[in-house]
């Protein structure tokens, strides 16, 4: 009899059963995490809605990490991009333009994080560039992904194309390979980045700027 009432009207009913919560009633717990970016960052969605993050499905707040609003509390960084692309990070931090960055407080000052941006994220400009670094994150602190890949929040192999993407800092370089390549506006990928193919065709490029003169990988 007692299973028979159970079926029929539910065990809930039972004086020993837990109480159902009320579903009007507020539950404790954390707020669902919507994101309505575009709503006021319309150029930033324009562009992003054009970038290769935005088709994989890569959300605002996967790399912008909300806390306190407008002052994230973890501005984007190597580190992040790092998270999704380990390979090409560990060769970031193996490189000359790591090793010779300049140290400076980016992560807990907005104002000077608002500075190197407005100056493509390198300190310094033509041969005296040098990409910036947090003194206090050490290699998760740097701004080296961004210096080359920023796009207008596009982040892809855009801005890396393009013809001074190099020579803006290699000043002395603008000459010295001055064939032209048709459709490769930036020429010093060619030799510097390119490591081979795979057997299907596919390019295999490298974030240590190889030496063609070199067999091996120079940092």
């Given at each position: 009899m007692l299973l028979a009432v159970c079926g029929l009207v539910?065990?809930?009913?039972l004086p020993w059963a837990r109480k159902r919560p009320d579903p009007v009633e507020s539950v404790s717990g954390p707020a669902p995490y919507v994101e309505n970016c575009e709503l006021c960052h319309v150029p930033q969605a324009e562009?992003?809605?054009?970038?290769?993050?935005s088709a994989k499905g890569v959300r605002c707040g996967q790399c912008h990490m909300?806390?306190?609003?407008p002052a994230y509390t973890q501005p984007i960084r190597d580190g992040k991009?790092?998270?999704?692309?380990?390979?090409?990070?560990?060769q970031t931090l193996a490189s000359r333009h790591y090793a010779g960055r300049k140290l400076e407080n980016l992560d807990s000052n907005r104002e000077q994080r608002k500075e190197l941006r407005q100056h493509g994220f390198l300190v310094g400009s033509g041969a005296d560039a040098r990409f910036a670094g947090d003194e206090v994150s050490g290699d998760?602190?740097?701004?080296?992904?961004?210096?080359?890949?920023?796009?207008?929040?596009?982040?892809g192999r855009g801005a890396v194309r393009a013809a001074d993407a190099c020579t803006g800092?290699?000043?002395?370089q603008r000459e010295h390979y001055p064939i032209n390549i048709p459709g490769l506006e930036n020429r010093c990928i060619q030799c510097h980045v390119r490591v081979g193919t795979t057997v299907q065709g596919q390019v295999v490029n490298t974030h240590l700027f190889r030496s063609p003169l070199r067999r091996e990988d120079t940092p």
């Open positions: 539910g065990c809930s009913l562009a992003y809605a054009h970038s290769l993050h909300p806390g306190g609003h991009c790092g998270g999704c692309h380990q390979p090409q990070y560990q998760l602190g740097g701004r080296l992904c961004v210096a080359c890949h920023y796009d207008g929040h596009r982040l800092c290699h000043v002395k």
